[in-house]
């Protein structure tokens, strides 16, 4: 089955419009029950000046809002406030929390502030990190007695971010078992057909969610306009990269005309200080030779 990158605007933008597929694949990477999910969609969040429209294609970020309602245990829910993002390079990535601490959120006919849990899918690498998904939950701890705090406060919470990182490029192929395993395959960063849009996706699909993650992908594949849209991002990212090895190689320019003119102020500074150090070299022979003759002179007296 050939399906779309799903790292490329178009294709994730697709999956995560659909109710369903987002719906599984928050459920997934949080790993609790979503008992129902509420999209705020946001879209595309432009990094630099959108009048240069070239650079905001390559440096936006999709990002999709959900408010959601997670089953933590038997009986217990929460309402949460859900950040997915998506950045294929480490300059187009977004954080947000800041302004979310600021907002409500519509729950019915009612507002509230909902804690935040962000979820970025990176198309790159962080090099500390070995493993291709990673759950991070903060904790309450008690500096004083230096214990942890099992408490739950609506003003802590908002305060506290948990999250979730995938790393696409580090999915272990091999595995194919959990949901988690079945859901990370869609990412892989591997098995192109002719370039990084379209892949082979190998899996013997046996899960109704998977199937229909890779429905969506398999027509955004084969959809003409959706694979132009794709090519036109890519090319977007071509001239970004060519633009900044333009810009890198004018600073490396500018710093070597600072490190010539730097230069240039070396050396002319050492000969003006040899130039004063003959001037003051011959000013003592000069003051040497006054002295000798002085000396000669009382002697002849």
Request: proline content about 2%.
């Amino acid at each position: 089955m050939i399906i779309a990158n799903p790292m490329y605007d178009t294709a994730f933008k697709k999956l995560m419009k659909d109710s369903e597929a987002s719906k599984f694949i928050v459920s997934t990477l949080l790993g609790k029950p979503v008992v129902s999910i509420e999209p705020r969609l946001k879209g595309a969040i432009y990094m630099e000046d959108e009048q240069d429209k070239t650079r905001a294609l390559a440096l936006r970020l999709y990002q999709f809002d959900y408010v959601a309602t997670l089953q933590t245990g038997d009986s217990e829910y929460t309402e949460v406030f859900i950040e997915v993002q998506k950045a294929l390079k480490l300059t187009n990535l977004n954080r947000s929390i800041s302004e979310r601490f600021k907002q409500k959120d519509k729950l019915g006919d009612r507002e509230a502030n909902l804690p935040v849990i962000t979820v970025c899918i990176l198309g790159f690498d962080l090099p500390e990190i070995a493993t291709s998904c990673v759950r991070v939950s903060t904790n309450c701890f008690d500096a004083v007695h230096e214990t942890d705090i099992d408490v739950k406060s609506h003003y802590i919470e908002r305060m506290m971010n948990d999250c979730v990182v995938v790393q696409t490029r580090k999915i272990e192929q091999e595995r194919y078992t959990t949901d988690l395993d079945k859901l990370l395959s869609v990412f892989i960063q591997d098995d192109f057909v002719d370039d990084v849009t379209t892949k082979y996706y190998q899996y013997l699909i046996d899960d109704g969610n998977i199937r229909r993650i890779t429905d969506i992908l398999q027509d955004c594949a084969s959809n003409p306009k959706d694979r132009q849209t794709i090519n036109a991002e890519i090319e977007a990212w071509e001239q970004y990269r060519e633009l900044l090895e333009s810009v890198e190689k004018e600073k490396l320019q500018k710093i070597k005309q600072k490190e010539v003119a730097l230069t240039e102020k070396e050396a002319a500074l050492a000969e003006k200080k040899a130039a004063l150090a003959r001037e003051e070299a011959a000013l003592a022979r000069e003051e040497a030779l006054l002295a000798e003759i002085a000396r000669l002179k009382t002697l002849n007296q």
